[in-house]
């Protein structure tokens, strides 16, 4: 037998004017929980235009052109601190524990990591900007529909339509590039760096659905140490085999190596911080609000190489950051059998739901609903078992 319990409760309805009441439902949707959710999102696309900007000047200034070593170091520094940290540890979270249990796991996990930043940084050598930045977006429908079918997440209206405005936005962004003739790096190969953008992003989206899953179910530290195991072990090996070469033909100085450095600070914040928005939110979600980093590379394009400006980039950041409060307002949630997952709570009304008919003797599976967020105050959770 089915039952469903749940409780609600329910503001009183006053006689307010208007005013307060739009004031009201808009201080019910931006509550401190979502600021605080755009804001981390915001400090990771603030963290990868660093990254960007320091892999211009390498490449730009001082033509060096190396983006295996500079995710080397990245992992190298993971290295150094997480999986260290896995070492010391007793118990089932020490680092020969984890690797008996599950070791090819996390070195197919490193090695799509690896791929995924190698195949998009050479994307820059064979096609526009314009074109990256558009195929960008396509790790968003990886990630949901990853999501969607190994997670269990659960999506509401709101959420496709948010999405729908971040890719909106993004259009608006790569318009105005278009309008103001920002067509640098067009090579000769120009779909074969279509194709590795493409292949780069959907292996973005892999891992950081993996990496959703790790970071909620195991441990950050783990994952982290695992990266920088794997990561740092195949990373070298590539570099060993395909830039050598390159690395010997830097002019080194104090300025790159400064860059060097830079660069893999900003790279090593950005992977130690990531998971902990995406333990908060969701891969998805963190992949939303990266749509953003374009956009500050712009800005600070515009005071350091003197981009042309144009007012569809204020209005392409203005509808981003719509949607992704238009995502945030509604949470996701996961259906632990996938044979009910359509009966999820709707959160914006009470549950209403007839038990459906069930023959007798056959039982039927226990599902609980859990959401990804953090849940507001008004909101209690519904069992269905």
């Known amino acids: 037998m089915i039952s469903v319990v749940s409780t609600v409760e329910s503001a009183p309805r006053g006689s307010g004017t208007p005013a307060s009441s739009l004031y009201q439902r808009v201080r019910k949707v931006l509550t401190r929980d979502l600021l605080v959710t755009l804001a981390l999102g915001q400090v ?37 601190v997480y999986t260290t940290t896995l070492a010391v540890r007793q118990g089932e979270e020490n680092l020969l524990a984890i690797l008996k249990q599950r070791w090819w796991k996390y070195m197919i996990l490193g090695l799509i990591d ?15 900007l314009s074109s990256v930045q558009l195929l960008d977006c ?5 990630v949901l529909l990853l999501s969607w079918f190994f997670l ?34 067009l090579g000769e190969q120009k779909l074969f760096g279509d194709l590795l953008v493409l292949g780069g992003v959907t292996l973005y989206g892999i891992s950081n659905v993996c990496q959703e899953f790790i970071v909620k179910n195991l441990s950050r530290v783990e994952f982290l140490g695992m990266m920088g195991l794997f990561g740092s072990f195949f990373s070298g090996i590539q570099l060993a085999i395909m830039e050598h070469k390159e690395l010997l033909k830097v ?26 928005v995406m333990k908060r939110t969701s891969a998805t979600a963190v992949n939303l609000s990266l749509l953003t980093a374009d956009l500050y590379s712009l800005f600070c394009g515009f005071f350091l190489f003197h981009y042309k400006f144009s007012g569809l980039y204020l209005l392409s950041f203005s509808v981003i950051i719509l949607g992704l409060v238009l995502y945030f307002s509604s949470n996701t949630y996961v259906a632990q059998d996938p044979r009910v997952y359509k009966q999820f709570r709707n959160t914006g009304s009470q549950l209403v739901t ?11 599976p226990s599902v609980t609903y859990t959401s990804l ?6 909101e209690v959770p519904v069992r269905v078992a």
């Not at 396509?138 to 990886?142: A, G």
């Not at 967020?373 to 008004?378: A, E, I, N, S, V």
């Open 44 to 80: 990771l696309s603030l963290l990868i235009c660093a990254i960007s900007l320091t892999s211009k000047y390498l490449a730009d200034d001082f033509h060096a052109n190396t983006p295996v070593f500079q995710i080397f170091l990245n992992y190298i520094l993971l290295f150094l």
């Open 114 to 128: 690896i791929e995924a930043n190698y195949l998009v940084l050479k994307a820059y050598q064979y096609t526009t």
């Open 138 to 142: 396509f790790v968003i429908p990886v």
């Open 152 to 185: 269990l997440v659960r999506y509401k209206a709101a959420h496709f339509v948010g999405v729908g405005l971040c890719l909106l936005g993004i259009g608006c962004m790569v318009g105005a590039d278009l309008l103001l003739g920002r067509q640098q790096g």
């Open 251 to 276: 002019s080194w100085d104090w300025q790159i190596g400064l860059l060097y450095v830079g660069f893999s600070a900003f790279m090593f914040g950005l992977y130690s911080f990531m998971p902990v």
């Open 354 to 364: 007839d038990p459906p008919l069930v023959s007798r003797g056959v039982p039927e």
């Open 373 to 378: 967020g953090r849940d507001l105050g008004d």
